[in-house]
């Protein structure tokens, strides 16, 4: 048994939505799928203004994604790990005080490249394989084409 591993957008503020790691447990099809929702979601919560925190909790039915992009998987006996992994890279600290920016020479440091650096330890320690998905390398800060208007 293994858990496919998503890159899952949602919407998030300011010119770019947010990032996430979902883990789906594969079902196969003839099995009977249990009734606990067996899916895991893993991110960053927060803001650049305040700093952000890890979050680990289980995915729930009204979590709603603007897109999922399969990225891997990892053995069920290594989700466990998973959390272990992504509890370890720091997440976004507070990067302004009002307007101005803290760390005016460090690149910004939002949920998109937590998601890349919580894969790319994943993918060290040898928990993520990615035979047939999205190489996760290729992931960047998605950015909203569409005009929002009032």
Known sequence: ???NVYLAESLGGGNSDHHAILLERVVPQHATPC???PNFLYQVKG????GMTYEFRDARPEDTFLGKTLLGTVDADDVNCVDRICSSV???KK???????LYPREKLYKCQAWTRDAL???E???ILTSPHGVPWQHIHEARRTETWSI
């Open 1 to 3: 048994m293994s858990f």
């Open 35 to 37: 009734t606990k929702n």
């Open 47 to 50: 803001s650049i203004a305040q």
């Open 90 to 92: 720091p997440p976004p």
């Open 95 to 101: 990067q302004f005080h009002g307007p101005k920016r």
């Open 120 to 122: 790319r330890a994943m």
């Open 124 to 126: 060290t320690q040898g």
